[in-house]
């Protein structure tokens, strides 16, 4: 099998350093976070930018840069993986506008609108839930504008429903082929991971399709197992789970980088480095 690309998502939208103090803000944190993913082996970082002051996601393009440029500066040869959902309350200009003034590598298409929770699995209580708004206007409207901006859009597939939504739009032309997907599992409001819901939602991808797992919580490091035998590519990150083996606070989203990589190794892959996942994934 081709080598694993790990991508590590460094703080998602909710992660907060008083979940994990390695959770970074500033720019100069994201720097030298990505710095030491890279070094672990990842090739990917996804990224959702944070205002330095409060922590809280933003959407103002001028910080955004900020972070991507200290990034780019501190580690030229990694690719970047723009988040478009940004955090809750953003509207779909808002989400997209970072996109065609900064123009990454890659940036997530979410498929599906949904129910999006923070949820207690052992009691079934619900803290915090939104409406994650991804209409099929949305999902053309942003593949279209990545399109023309030459940023490769990574599908962000939830459940089964997602892939469908994309098969159905994607007879319109707004794809460049093949497809890269990322599939999403744990979230409560999507599909939870078992071997068997991989294994159908990896079925359901367009021919050629590259594909990478995300787990959340306890499913990151399981979905990773079951994505590095079946040929698909990894993703860790402190925005999916806090944690390393063994329930220890992870040291840092690299940490989890690392126990991605003894995964691969384990199924006899190969990790990809940030050139060789370019020519993989067919990035400019």
Known sequence: MEKVIISAALTGAATRKEQNPAVPYTPQEFAEECFKCWKAGAA??????????????????????ETIDAIRNRCPELIINMSTAIGPGVTAEQRIAPIVAI?????????????FALA??????????????????????????????????ECEVYDFGGIHNVLLVRKQGIFVEPMHFQLVFGVSGGVPF???NM?????????????????????????????????????????????????????????QVEVAKRIAELAEREIASPAEARKMLNLK
């Open 44 to 65: 990917i970082v996804h990224i959702h930018a944070r205002d330095p002051k409060t922590g809280n996601p933003t959407a103002d393009i001028r910080q955004i840069r």
């Open 103 to 115: 123009k990454p590598d890659m940036a997530s298409l979410n498929t599906n609108s949904m129910n």
């Open 194 to 196: 078992t071997p068997m």
């Open 120 to 153: 207690d699995h052992k009691s079934g209580k619900v803290f915090i839930e939104i409406i994650f708004e991804n209409t099929f206007k949305m999902l053309v409207d942003f593949a279209t504008t990545m399109k023309e901006n030459g940023v490769k859009p």
């Open 199 to 255: 294994v159908h939602m990896q079925s359901l991808l367009p021919e050629g399709a590259t594909w990478s797992t995300c787990g959340v919580g306890p499913n990151q490091f399981p979905a990773g197992i079951m994505a590095s035998i079946m040929g698909g590519h990894i993703r860790v990150g402190l925005e999916d789970n806090t944690r390393v083996l063994g329930g220890k606070l992870a040291e840092g989203s690299w940490e």
